[in-house]
T-cell receptor
């Protein structure tokens, strides 16, 4: 059973550029959350998608946007990249309805902005 | 902000039990306690969660105090592969997002 798959694994972008990160949730999961993890810090919640809509959002600017597709996969888009956006971006999937199951995280995309 | 307080780091001898404490004095009645761990360069991994009763699974045990203001994660026989950052998280319901603090860096030593 495949877990959460994220692509690409590593990415280098220049300040001001735009980036798209992709996430395929664990089979059977319908909810996708995105987190940003700076070096030495815990993951910070960006937003969560369920039924193709943004359900919750953390304290991140509008430069961060997302999308969920009918097959539950998701994209994270970041516009006008800043040096401070360099981080590990984690995708987590979960099941909203029914009994609770722990979030399953992917291994992340390491974004470096130069 | 995270609703939990954890020690920054802990050491444990290989083969011994690792007991990781967590304070969550402001937890409310419908909030669960979750534990995740993150091994270097990987995504966080779910370990266990509980509401008010002690819980055990194949990875660990979770002991929650009667007043629910603190809990302890127990790894009964720590191995070198258990070296990781352990996060204690308080979360309400199945829709609330996970709010991570800085966690406890557990180092298991031979």
């Amino acid at each position: 059973d495949a877990g959460v798959t994220q692509s690409p694994t590593h990415l280098i972008k220049t300040r001001g550029q735009q980036v798209t990160l992709r996430c395929s949730p664990k089979s059977g999961h319908d909810t996708v959350s995105w987190y940003q993890q700076a070096l030495g810090q815990g993951p910070q919640f960006i937003f969560q998608y369920y039924e193709e809509e943004e359900r919750q959002r953390g304290n991140f600017p509008d430069r961060f946007s997302g999308h969920q597709f009918p097959n539950y996969s998701s994209e994270l888009n970041v516009n006008a990249l800043l040096l401070g956006d360099s981080a590990l971006y984690l995708c987590a999937s979960s099941l909203t309805s029914g009994a609770y199951y722990g979030y399953t995280f992917g291994s992340g995309t390491r974004l470096t902005v130069v | 902000d995270a609703k939990t307080t954890q020690p920054t780091s802990m050491d444990c001898a290989e083969g011994r039990a690792a007991n990781l404490p967590c304070n969550h004095s402001t937890i409310s009645g419908n909030e669960y306690v979750y534990w995740y761990r993150q091994i270097h360069s990987q995504g966080p991994q779910y370990i266990i969660h509980g509401l008010k009763n002690n819980e055990t699974n194949e990875m660990a045990s979770l002991i929650i105090t009667e007043d629910r203001k603190s809990s302890t994660l127990i790894l009964p026989h720590a191995t070198l592969r258990d070296t990781a950052v352990y996060y204690c998280i308080v979360r309400g319901g199945s829709q609330g997002n996970l709010i991570f603090g800085k966690g406890t860096k557990l180092s298991v030593k031979p």
